[in-house]
């Protein structure tokens, strides 16, 4: 079961609390050895290297990538009415967040003239992950998609993994989600293949190259996004799922421990971690894992995740320390379940996402809190931020100057271009006031 470390008493400090925080080893030498030849078979091969990669990793012969409308609509329609109304209220959660993160415009006039306008433009086309494998992700449907329309991307296209038990197909709830959100550019496609269809695009399939691609994977599809990054924009590092909880005596012990093991059910390389300045919480939350992780449905995949190196309940001297180790941790979802959240809050930098409070449990922000789920893993959340409008919109400087405006600046202008021996720079601005040019230009 869960490892149980007592930090009490040892001199941590920022500089050395890094070297107490659990964290998975990826393997990232052998899967990007791995990643870059699928890539480059991909790009090299186009349809008939994703035809054998799907027999190879997804067990799914003569692949046919391609889905059509009718498929979309048959699967909509077939949708249970009770999912159906859960998705739809996701969607509408997290477009309404999305769009009110949306960023203003700004112009910045000068009083001698002259004026900067940043604005935010969206990309043109944007490709959308979908995992599969061990669960079926229509919340991942939802916040891809959402984040991409609310920023206004007028092209989006799905691939998510075809599936053995639906023959070949996408799983029918990641196309009924697909159809309810109005995203009909669907590709049967899964892995680090898929990431790269996505870059380089794929003649055959008339699937052109995407700007920026997002969305949650393994480790072989962050690998491959990252591989890719540069030839296209990628969301945050999305691997596998992470949680730490920062919990003082005040905590429920069974609402700690259930929280743990929703994230622990995802994959076996999943992160759970408890953070605390209490024993006696971090005893009964471990009785409480030991009894929900042989009782969950998932009980192999919790009980292997939970055992891992990367999962531990610590307990340390104080909340200060917990911080210290959140921080360094820098978890995709940190819940704050204390006393008094609101003194440690300005102090966590480093979080994907951060849940306060016993009644704000990582699941909702799963599906319908309306936040996104898309969040940075593996200690990116230390310099990356989650999935939003912004991954998906690129900033403009509109710069507007005439005549008198740039006259207040050409001395400095022509003095910096000289320093720097670009005099060619200060000759441009020159030009634009000798006598012989006035009047060439309206």
């Known amino acids: ?27 990232s030498a052998d899967v990007h050895e791995v990643v870059d030849e699928l ?54 959660r997290v477009r309404l967040a999305s769009e009110d993160s949306l960023p203003a415009g700004a112009t910045t006039q000068f009083h001698t003239g002259g004026s900067v306008t940043m604005r935010h433009v969206p990309v043109e086309r944007a490709g959308v992950y979908v995992p599969g494998g061990k669960a079926v992700y229509p919340s991942s449907v939802i916040m891809n998609v959402v984040a991409a329309q609310a920023a206004g991307v007028k092209e989006i296209v799905l691939v998510s993994p075809p599936q053995a038990d639906h023959g070949g197909r996408i799983h029918p709830t990641i196309l009924a989600t697909a159809e309810l959100l109005g995203v009909s550019e669907v590709f049967a496609l899964g892995g680090a293949g898929a990431i790269a269809a996505l870059a380089w695009g794929v003649p055959e399939l008339d699937l052109a190259p995407v700007s920026v691609i997002t969305g949650p994977g393994n480790q072989y599809v962050a690998a491959a996004k990252r591989a890719v990054r540069g030839v296209v924009g990628i969301d945050s590092e999305a691997g596998p799922s992470e949680i730490a909880i920062i919990a003082d005596s005040t905590a429920h012990p069974e609402f700690v421990a259930a929280d743990l093991v929703s994230q622990a059910e995802h994959d076996e390389l999943a992160s759970v971690v408890l953070i605390t300045d209490s024993w006696e919480l971090a005893e009964r939350v471990a009785l409480s894992l030991e009894r929900r992780a042989a009782e969950a449905e998932n009980s192999d995949r919790v009980h292997r995740a939970l055992e891992g190196e990367q999962s531990a309940l610590i307990v340390c001297d104080s909340l200060e320390h917990s911080v210290w180790l959140s921080n360094a941790m820098a978890p995709e979802h940190l819940q704050v379940m204390v006393a008094k959240p609101d003194k440690l809050l300005p102090h966590l930098t480093n979080a ?14 799963d599906y319908a809190a309306g936040s996104n789920h898309v969040l940075p893993t593996h200690g990116t959340a230390a310099f990356s931020s989650g999935l939003s409008p912004m991954t998906f919109l690129k900033t403009q400087q509109i710069v507007d100057y005439d005549q008198e405006a740039l006259s207040h600046i050409a001395t400095h202008v022509e003095n910096f271009a000289r320093a720097e021996n670009l005099p060619a720079h200060a000759e441009a601005i020159a030009v634009r006031f000798r006598s012989e040019n006035d009047g060439e230009v309206g």
């Open 1 to 27: 079961m869960i490892r149980l470390t007592d930090l009490r008493g040892l001199n941590i400090t920022p500089g050395s609390v890094t070297s107490f925080v659990p964290r998975v080893s990826l393997g």
């Open 352 to 365: 994907g996402a951060i849940f306060v409070g016993n009644y704000t449990p990582v699941s909702a922000g």
């Open 39 to 92: 890539l480059h078979a991909v790009r090299q091969g186009g349809l008939s290297a994703l035809v054998e990669q799907a027999a190879t990793f997804d067990g799914v012969d003569n692949l046919d990538p391609r889905t059509t409308g009718r498929e979309l609509s048959q699967a909509a329609s077939g949708l249970d009415k009770t999912l159906k109304a859960a998705i739809q209220e996701s969607i509408r």
